[in-house]
């Protein structure tokens, strides 16, 4: 299989975030990060986090068919955090690197089939996801699976 490469296009405005452009798709950006909870916009961080959520999600989804499993609810919630919020802001003397400490990820599925079934199907789902799988290399991800 030939490589496979994905683009995005992003023009910033003026003020600050912008517009991504991908395929035939646009959506607004906000800032790289925000620490109002009135801000406009979803910050780019925010994306970053619901990327992962929707990865894990879709993965966990496009695989149960194969682990002959019924996914009758699911929901993933994600929660980013960081010891040096000062540093994304630029301030002067602080130390170290803009970046999350670590990433909380729980993941709520419910299925008719046994908690043993829904641990193999989440370790392939954990195998084929590409964001959660470049995250982990840079981020330590807390990852907690709960069954109904």
């Known amino acids: 299989m030939e490589t496979q490469e994905w683009r995005i296009r992003f023009r910033g405005e003026p003020g600050g975030g912008g517009v991504a452009y991908a395929r035939g798709h646009q959506f607004a950006v906000g800032d790289p990060v925000s620490f109002d909870p009135l801000h406009s916009r979803i910050t780019a961080l925010e994306y970053l986090l619901a990327a992962l959520a929707a990865d894990l999600a879709g993965s966990l989804r496009r695989l149960a068919p194969r682990h002959r499993i019924v996914i009758n609810d699911l929901e993933v919630a994600v929660k980013g955090m960081t010891d040096r919020p ?10 170290g690197e803009a970046g999350l400490d670590r990433i909380e990820v729980k993941v709520y ?3 008719g089939s046994s908690a043993e079934e829904v641990r193999t199907l989440w370790q392939g789902a954990l195998r084929v996801s590409a964001i959660a799988r470049m995250l982990g290399g840079s981020t330590r991800l807390e990852l907690e699976l709960r069954t109904a």
């Open 86 to 95: 000062l540093v994304f802001l630029g301030v002067v003397g602080e130390e």
């Open 109 to 111: 599925v419910e299925t």
